[in-house]
């Protein structure tokens, strides 16, 4: 079964190709250095060392430049680039996709990471808001403990400090789920901000009782299908986030198959045609069966959760919402379009717990040996 998923993946991937050796997002969309990423991300998940060891060079060039360009435009728009999302996530983006590569040793981007390395990293932690949970913040948390370690690990910069600074940090301003912000209660946009840090956690192999909290708060939000997100289909983001936390644990995660095994059936089942994978086939277009479904989902363990929910289904009723818009694109897909974002997170997903599931077997796939999305904690450094 997952063998036929896998090679549909890779059709799609190959559909968003042009022959410039850029990527669209979608079949229908423009080129994107982020949807390079994310085919590049794909590539390697689905272990086709001959097509990045082919396109290395190509893809280097387009990355590097794009890179270039984004930094030129936010600093002509007036944005400082350490709060530019944009920028940040495509740096980011760039550096894992270029050690992907293998072309990270001899051009480590020192002009893009150096100048926004934190003198005061809790400092700046605070400046974002990112102990109040407020959302997006777990975004940069990521961002930041990434250039430290990338500091480390390629700039012969000694940022062991600010890395424990980071990592303390969030230790000492933690709630009671295991996350941050100060909610009574637990809701998906918890766990969705905060699993960025817990990703950074897993990189510093870090196994402390947190992420006993943060596991047992999450299975709760589990839906009838198996899906984690506060509207039906489970979105790309919400379904990764959560397995990810599930699955740190191979012990843990057995205890869990029978949610993780819906999970998986559910994804592999919610493939589209093309191949890829969309963020929700249950939001449009509109249809009694999808507003019936979206009202079902409301129900939920905990008020919070319920509350959330119930925001999310009247919220996505208005025409704004109509189709995803990103940054990534000027174009904006449908809820359910194929995108390259969506089935990678997808595919991330259903690779996590296809390797719980076989008790820690991981070469069937292709993690990424750096931190950041796309770790597994199996990978010997």
């Not at 230790?171 to 637990?186: A, D, P, S, V, Y």
């Not at 192999?205 to 947190?210: L, W």
């Not at 993690?367 to 597994?376: Q, S």
């Amino acid at each position: 079964m997952l063998s036929l998923t896998k090679k549909r993946y890779e059709s799609f991937i190959n559909s968003c190709a042009l022959e410039s050796g850029e990527f669209r997002l979608t079949p229908k969309s423009e080129s994107s250095p982020y949807a390079l990423c994310f085919a590049i991300f794909g590539y390697q998940l689905l272990r086709k060392d001959d097509i990045l060891s082919k396109n290395k060079m190509v893809w280097d060039g387009l990355l590097r430049d794009a890179l270039d360009l984004k930094k030129e435009q936010t600093l002509k728009s007036g944005i400082d680039l350490i709060r530019s999302k944009p920028y940040l996530q495509l740096l980011c983006f760039t550096l894992s996709a270029l050690h992907v590569l293998e072309t990270l040793d001899g051009n480590p981007l020192k002009d893009h990471v150096e100048p926004l390395l934190p003198r005061d990293i809790e400092e700046r932690l605070n400046s974002y808001k990112t102990f109040n949970g407020v959302a997006g913040t777990g975004n940069f948390a990521m961002f930041n403990a990434i250039l430290l370690i990338h500091a480390k690990l390629y700039l012969s910069q000694n940022t062991d400090s600010q890395i424990s600074r980071w990592y303390d940090s969030h230790l000492k301003n933690m709630n009671q789920n295991g996350f941050w912000g100060k909610i009574n209660g637990m809701n998906h946009l918890q766990f969705q901000n905060g699993y960025h840090q817990y990703e950074i956690f897993e990189y510093l192999k870090d196994e402390g009782r947190h992420w006993q909290l943060a596991i047992e708060k999450v299975s709760s939000l589990v839906d009838s299908r198996g899906h984690y997100a506060p509207y039906p289909g489970g979105g790309g983001c919400f379904d990764y986030d959560a397995v990810f936390i599930l699955t740190r644990f191979p012990d843990i995660a057995r205890e869990l198959k029978h949610s993780l095994s819906q999970t998986l059936s559910a994804l592999i089942s919610e493939q589209n045609a093309d191949g890829g994978f969309c963020e929700s086939l249950y939001i449009r277009p509109r249809s009694f069966r999808h507003l019936l479904h979206g009202f079902g989902h409301i129900n939920a363990k905990g008020f919070e959760a319920k509350k959330e929910r119930l925001k999310y289904f009247l919220n996505l009723q208005r025409p704004k919402h109509n189709v995803i818009r990103t940054h990534w694109t000027e174009y904006s897909r449908e809820w359910n379009e194929s995108d390259l974002w969506d089935s990678w997170f997808r595919m991330l997903t259903i690779a996590r717990i296809d390797v719980a599931l076989k008790e820690g077997e991981t070469d069937d796939w292709g993690f990424i040996n750096y931190p950041g999305i796309g770790y597994h904690h199996s990978i010997i450094s």
